[in-house]
């Protein structure tokens, strides 16, 4: 028996809006009191994702609404390219200067690109969110072994769920018959916010003085 998962989708969809400009918002506050660049970066980077959950939930709409049935293709690559911009910001918030200093580094950022050159538009935003995530993991695991900050772990563990999720709805691209695939997407990807929301309030209000390596 096929199950039905559209109505939780969309539900989860305006959960991720939610969540995601929640943090943005609590981010800027935190800007203006600390004019940290880690912040301000943050801000960017969530209002992003919370406008690829928009996007998406119009992707869903779309089904019984003849105008957005009529460019879901276009809404998809639109909510696709919001949401890996938004990775590329939460991911290297904490990397960017290094990256700039290191020719190193900024050949790991190439190489999935080469990697993956003639495949198709969706796909390609698909992988390039996951690297972008997965570089960000690394760096942030990488990080909690010297600081060995609590925050620092929660982010590392908000971005491997993010690293999953996205992995999922690569999947979903290439699986469309499989329904489960696109929930299982939203639910990790919400984990992992939620999740990445709590060092972001707690230096936002004052009771850490780091947020780690975001």
Same mark, same amino acid.
């Given at each position: 028996?096929?199950?039905?998962?559209?109505?939780?989708? =969309?539900?989860?969809?305006?959960?991720?809006?939610?969540?995601?400009?929640?943090?943005?918002?609590?981010? %800027?506050?935190?800007?203006?009191?600390?004019?940290?660049?880690?912040?301000?970066?943050?801000? /960017?980077?969530?209002? %992003?994702?919370?406008?690829?959950?928009?996007?998406?939930?119009?992707?869903?709409?779309?089904?019984?609404?003849? %105008?957005?049935?009529?460019? /879901?293709?276009?809404?998809?690559?639109?909510?696709?390219?919001?949401?890996?911009?938004?990775?590329?910001?939460?991911?290297?918030?904490?990397?960017?200067?290094?990256?700039?200093?290191?020719?190193?580094?900024?050949?790991?950022?190439?190489?999935?690109?080469?990697?993956?050159?003639?495949?198709?538009?969706?796909?390609?935003?698909?992988? *390039?969110?996951?690297?972008?995530?997965?570089?960000?993991?690394? =760096?942030?695991?990488?990080?909690?072994?010297?600081?060995?900050?609590?925050? /620092?772990?929660?982010?590392?563990?908000?971005?491997?769920?993010?690293?999953?999720?996205?992995?999922?709805?690569?999947?979903?691209?290439?699986?469309?018959?499989?329904?489960?695939?696109?929930?299982? =997407?939203?639910?990790?990807?919400?984990?992992? *916010?939620?999740?990445? %929301?709590?060092?972001?309030?707690?230096? /936002?209000?004052?009771?850490?003085?780091?947020?780690?390596?975001?």
């Amino acid at each position: 028996m096929v199950t039905d998962t559209a109505p939780i989708e =969309e539900i989860l969809q305006f959960i991720g809006v939610f969540v995601s400009f929640s943090i943005a918002y609590v981010s %800027f506050k935190g800007v203006r009191r600390t004019e940290s660049p880690a912040l301000m970066r943050l801000t /960017t980077a969530f209002v %992003f994702l919370g406008l690829g959950f928009v996007v998406e939930g119009l992707v869903g709409l779309g089904v019984s609404i003849p %105008f957005l049935s009529s460019i /879901t293709a276009t809404l998809v690559i639109l909510g696709l390219v919001l949401e890996t911009t938004g990775y590329f910001f939460l991911a290297f918030s904490h990397a960017i200067d290094v990256m700039l200093s290191k020719k190193l580094a900024l050949g790991f950022l190439i190489f999935p690109v080469l990697a993956i050159n003639g495949s198709e538009l969706s796909d390609l935003l698909s992988i *390039l969110s996951f690297y972008f995530v997965l570089y960000g993991v690394v =760096e942030t695991f990488y990080s909690y072994r010297t600081s060995r900050n609590p925050n /620092t772990l929660l982010i590392a563990g908000g971005l491997s769920l993010l690293a999953v999720g996205i992995f999922a709805q690569w999947l979903s691209l290439l699986y469309i018959s499989v329904n489960l695939l696109p929930l299982v =997407e939203i639910l990790l990807k919400e984990m992992g *916010l939620m999740l990445l %929301f709590v060092p972001v309030l707690s230096y /936002t209000f004052g009771r850490e003085k780091t947020i780690g390596p975001v």
